[in-house]
């Protein structure tokens, strides 16, 4: 890639782990001006985070910059002088969110940064005050028109808690500002220090809807460092339970908005047909969600021809009815009405946020992980993208329709052709003072792991970038414009995780 | 609307005759844990050092598992060197008091059904507002799993209501965040007495895979007294109505305690 800034950085790819001398150390200025030309040259900000040098004191910032046309990541580390750095949210706003993080963990503070606020609430530490979840300096439209709805963090239904502040004409959303933290539990900090025997349930309860695939971004990294070769057939068996995760919440998604537009036929139909695919999963691994599934150096359940052939013959059917279910929304000029032109992302402000997965593709941005940096058995196969234009709720819709079939085939494939072999390897220990990053395409889009291992082999930083972490600022941006009695539609076609952000 | 008609034709009786049929389960559920101390090598701890939430432990009586905190994973099956240790399809697991879920063999007490007063004022109606306090959306998964047609839970007077002010108790899922304290203790507040609590997953029975971080609370009973726990990680769908079934009276008290195994097909 032409570009002097990715000259200055070093260039890995996915699921590669090297020594962590060769991050390259910029003085921070250096660092900031590569970040902000490779953004502009098409560069997506995967994660930007801190952390403390092995000396203590001092805060090291680390940057890993996703080039989606070349299939490259580009890494590269600075540490600020003083207790503040020029921030780089005015001139890229992929960075606002990163920063405040920043901010939050280390006092650490981005000058010029326009929004400046808590991002999780965690509990105060190292003489640092912090303020009580839910206190922040709301953005306010004022006058006498104006009026203020405040939502959550406990909601009507069945949901993660979160708040939600809206300022509201009428009817018509001004502004919503979205305050999370209630999920916070500390996992990132408790990733320090290991693998110890908790890590992998971490990976598995970072946000339980995507257990496989934090599990999978996670697993890759230990065998990166580790230099622990998967075999074939766990490459085919990670996808197929991917996939199928991926089935589940698109179908359950899909019948969700159908309720939420008050379409009961698809609502039931799809509610049932979740279940349907979770139980796929069930029958490979024992558990709904996943658990147990993925493993470091392969996959903790084979499946053999008998029940290979339960899962197609399943899968076979649940497709059959879901299509049914789901035709009916395209069919009914009602559904349509509401699903079309509302919560509409163009692609600019798509782009401008560094939006990721179904979110982003139904902006007409091709972007898709298992496309753009395929590891495993994506390397091997094609999945095509799937993209819609609108960036309403039905493009968000459509693109999960088109996902769900190409899912189906692709496990249908797979499953026909599975190599043959072992289906887990043994896993090593994370070698001494590597650094990695590992990118996996999750049913909300792309996950991102970062870690670094110490001189015994020990994670000195683990940095989670939970997809909803990108999106949710879209959510917001969907709004705008809004009738608030919306929101539970346009909140549902983004379907984002609380407590993958709040970690 | 023809095509609805047709989708609908097709789409077919969903609803499972839950509680009259043993549900069939998949031959990999990992239902409830047995153990087998007659088998335990001597001085043998791999069990114990292999749990990630210190739900086995080892003493004079050998060893002991704690359902509230078990993540009902494969990590003390596989470092097992004698096979004592194994998975039942068992999925009815839900108990009225805390320490029946510390077993020696396998879950030997169920829970018992509300009795005088509450019985006859839940038994047949009961409004639940549920509090995601710290969850992964796992439990908040496989809870709202049952209002869908394959479960129908609407049709045992059980309901998730929108307000606490509405309902007749909470159900709670997730560690108890420190963020979320507050939160719950104000939910819990505003449910007019009498009332319930539910706690449905290890998170909300013992902190689960987040057991003694400083950010939560090792589970609801750290807020506010529960009346029901309903473990697993997350706990099937079918372990979550059973154990409501149970608490109601619905379910005959006793079914399951002589460890009667639900078949397989």
């Known amino acids: 890639m032409n570009g002097a800034c990715f000259d200055r950085l070093a260039a890995l790819h996915n699921g590669q782990a090297v020594s962590r001398d060769r991050v390259p150390e910029l003085p921070f200025l250096d660092l900031r001006t590569a970040i902000l030309e490779g953004v502009e040259l098409g560069g997506r900000l995967a994660a930007f985070f801190g952390r403390k040098t092995a000396s203590g004191g001092a805060v090291e910032l680390v940057a890993v910059l996703a080039l989606d046309a070349e299939g490259q990541l580009y890494v590269g580390r600075a540490t600020p002088e003083g207790a503040s750095f020029p921030a780089l949210t005015p001139e890229c706003t992929q960075a606002h969110l990163f920063e405040r993080e920043i901010a939050e963990q280390f006092g650490l503070a981005p000058e010029g940064h326009p929004w400046l606020k808590p991002v999780r609430y965690p509990p105060a530490g190292e003489g640092r005050s912090m303020p009580s979840i839910g206190v922040a300096d709301f953005y306010r439209v004022a ?349 549902k076609s983004f379907n984002l995780s609380y407590c993958g952000h709040d970690l | 609307m023809l095509k609805v008609l047709l989708a609908r034709l097709a789409q077919g009786h969903r609803t499972i005759p839950f509680p009259g049929e043993a549900p069939s389960l998949p031959d990999r559920f990992r239902g409830a844990p047995e153990l087998d101390p007659t088998k335990c090598p001597d001085g043998c701890q791999a069990c114990v050092d292999a749990c990630p939430t210190g739900a086995l432990a080892q003493d004079a009586a050998g060893p002991r598992l704690d359902l509230g905190r078990c993540l009902f994973c494969t990590d003390c099956t596989e470092a097992c060197p004698a096979g004592a240790l194994r998975h039942t399809t068992e999925y009815r697991l839900a108990v009225r008091e805390r320490e029946d879920l510390v077993i020696r063999r396998t879950l030997e007490k169920r829970a018992s059904a509300l009795e005088g007063k509450l019985r006859s004022l839940f038994g047949r109606s009961l409004k639940l507002r549920q509090v995601s306090a710290g969850g992964c959306n796992g439990c908040e998964s496989d809870v709202n799993v049952l209002n869908t047609i394959v479960f129908d839970l609407g049709r045992f007077g059980i309901q998730f209501v929108a307000s606490p002010r509405h309902a007749d108790g909470l159900l709670i899922t997730g560690p108890v965040t420190e963020n979320m304290r507050l939160a719950l203790r104000k939910t819990y507040d505003a449910v007019p007495p009498p009332k319930l609590v539910i706690a449905v997953g290890a998170c909300a029975i013992s902190g689960g895979p987040f057991l003694d971080h400083p950010e939560a609370h090792n589970g609801a009973s750290s807020v506010v007294p529960v009346d029901l726990f309903i473990p697993g990680c997350p706990p099937h769908p079918l372990t979550i109505l059973d154990g409501l079934l149970r608490l109601v009276g619905r379910i005959e008290e006793g079914a399951g305690d002589r460890g009667d195994v639900p078949a397989i097909p």
């Open chain 1, 143 to 491: 006058g006498e028109e104006p009026h203020e709805v405040a939502v959550g963090p406990v909601h009507a239904g069945v949901i993660e808690p979160g708040h939600f502040r809206f300022q509201c004409h009428g009817e018509n959303v001004f502004h919503l500002e979205i305050m999370l933290g209630y999920q916070h539990r500390g996992v990132e900090r408790a990733l320090v220090g290991g693998p110890t025997k908790r890590t992998l349930h971490y990976m598995e309860t970072l946000a339980g809807d995507t257990s496989i695939g934090h599990a999978l971004a996670h697993c890759m990294l230990v065998e990166a460092m580790s230099g622990t070769r998967v075999p074939a057939r766990a490459h085919a068996l990670r996808g197929v339970a991917l996939e199928l995760e991926r089935l589940a919440n698109h179908v359950g998604d899909l019948g969700a908005l159908a309720a939420d537009v008050g379409f009961l036929p698809t609502a039931a139909y799809c509610g049932r047909l979740r279940g349907d695919y979770l139980n796929a999963t069930a029958l490979l691994c024992g558990s709904r969600f996943g658990r147990g599934m993925v493993r470091p150096g392969g996959v903790g359940f084979d499946l053999d021809p008998a029940r290979a052939e339960t899962l197609v013959a399943r899968l076979d059917a649940a497709l059959r009815d879901t299509r049914t279910a789901v035709e009916l929304l395209w069919n009914s000029p009602s559904v349509q009405a509401r699903f079309e032109e509302t919560g509409t992302v163009s692609r600019e402000v798509a782009l401008e946020l560094g939006l990721v997965g179904p979110a982003a593709r139904a902006c007409g941005v091709e972007r898709d992980v298992r496309q753009t940096f395929p590891s495993g058995i994506y390397q091997f196969t094609q999945l095509p993208v799937a993209t819609a234009d609108s960036g309403d709720v039905f493009a968000r819709a459509q693109v999960r329709w088109l996902e769900i079939e190409r899912s189906v085939e692709f496990i249908r494939e797979q499953v026909q052709a599975l190599p043959a072999g072992a289906c887990r390897a043994q896993a090593g220990a994370p070698a001494a003072g590597r650094f990695g990053v590992s990118l996996v395409e999750g049913w909300r889009g792309e996950i991102c792991h970062v870690a670094t291992t110490d001189a015994s082999g020990r994670f000195s930083d683990y940095k989670v970038v939970d997809p909803s972490f990108h999106n949710w600022t879209g959510l917001a941006m969907a709004l705008r414009g809004q009738q608030i009695s919306d929101f539970p539609l346009c909140n």
